[in-house]
């Protein structure tokens, strides 16, 4: 790392070096990371894209991520800097009269934590994330939703970071959503999040949030490490449904598994690869082609595949 970098290690900053992808990806596969650091403002934040930016810096680019829950890393690393926000992870409030509250959470905040959060304060709207795992920023960035409700139904303005280091606050009204997508500039990095909810009942927003808990420890493969929802669902039918269909439920491939509880999960069940993964995701991909005439999008993030194609496969 550059002397900038250095002084950024000697500041306090967590950062880390080769590092194994496997201990840190849900799905628990991966190679080495040239350089992973943990950023606990924007002040460093900033300082880190400068570091990337340098002339001679030695790495590929930078790529962020969260809590890892929708990264698959290749088997042989990425020679960038992967920079994660879980350690921008403050979490205020504002009470704004007539039953309305606005948080405002860093990127790094868990889900669970604002869901949790919300619940004990009789605060209603975060119920239909229940469940889903990651932090604030990259659920927003990928506009995650359950039960019919979606993160932009919530969401009164983002803050960002382009790669300059200049920081912008973007309202609802500009935001462009679509299904599993926030439109933003390839280069922006979510760095805060503000939530419009509402005063709601205790008792009943803890009756929804077990309710949406129950759900996906029926309808989940909770038992072993995913990345969670493998492909983006068709509009006509979800994509475990067109995985079903395609005969693949339980099919295996070295220790990965498509997993026979819900198609559009591939869990590791031991020792599996990302190369194992990769030729699940690609199976899928021809097998759904060919039964149901669906190309399958990836929902999610695949990081060192430069040189492999991996969306809309055909064998």
């Avoid at 304060?121 to 229940?130: D, K, N, Q, S």
Wanted: hydrophobic share 40%; charged share 20%; proline share 2%.
């Amino acid at each position: 790392m550059s002397k900038r970098g250095q002084e950024l290690i000697e500041s306090g900053m967590k950062v880390l070096f080769d590092e194994a992808a496997s201990r840190y990806t849900s799905l628990g596969v991966g190679g080495k990371l040239a350089c992973l650091a943990f950023p606990r403002n924007e002040e460093e934040l900033r300082a880190l894209l400068a570091c990337a930016a340098e002339e001679g810096s030695g790495y590929r680019g930078y790529y962020v991520v969260g809590n890892w829950s929708n990264t698959i890393v290749a088997d042989n690393g990425w020679a960038g800097l992967v920079i994660s926000l879980k350690d921008m992870n403050k979490l205020q409030w504002q009470d704004k009269g007539n039953g309305r509250y606005e948080i405002l959470a860093e990127a790094g905040v868990m889900l669970s934590k604002i869901v949790a959060w919300c619940a004990s304060r009789g605060i209603t709207g975060m119920e239909f994330c229940a469940g889903i795992p990651g932090t604030v920023g990259g659920a927003v960035k990928m506009n995650a939703g359950a039960f019919g409700w979606e993160l932009k139904d919530v969401i009164s303005a983002i803050r960002t970071m382009e790669a300059n280091g200049n920081s912008t606050e973007i309202p609802a009204s500009e935001l462009s959503f679509s299904y599993r997508n926030l439109a933003l500039s390839p280069t922006a990095i979510i760095t805060a999040v503000r939530l419009q909810l509402s005063a709601g009942d205790k008792k009943t927003i803890a009756q929804i949030i077990a309710a949406h808990k129950r759900h996906r420890r029926e309808k989940h493969p909770l038992a072993f490490p995913s990345a969670g929802s493998v492909f983006k669902n068709d509009q006509k039918e979800t994509a475990g449904l067109l995985i079903e269909k395609a005969g693949l439920k339980g099919k295996r491939c070295g220790g990965a598994q498509i997993s026979s509880k819900h198609g559009n999960f591939i869990i590791n069940r031991g020792g599996a690869s990302a190369a194992d993964v990769l030729s699940l995701i690609r199976m899928a991909q021809a097998a759904v082609l060919e039964h149901s005439g669906v190309n399958l999008e990836l929902e999610i993030k695949m990081l060192g595949f430069e040189n492999v194609e991996t969306k809309k496969q055909k064998t």
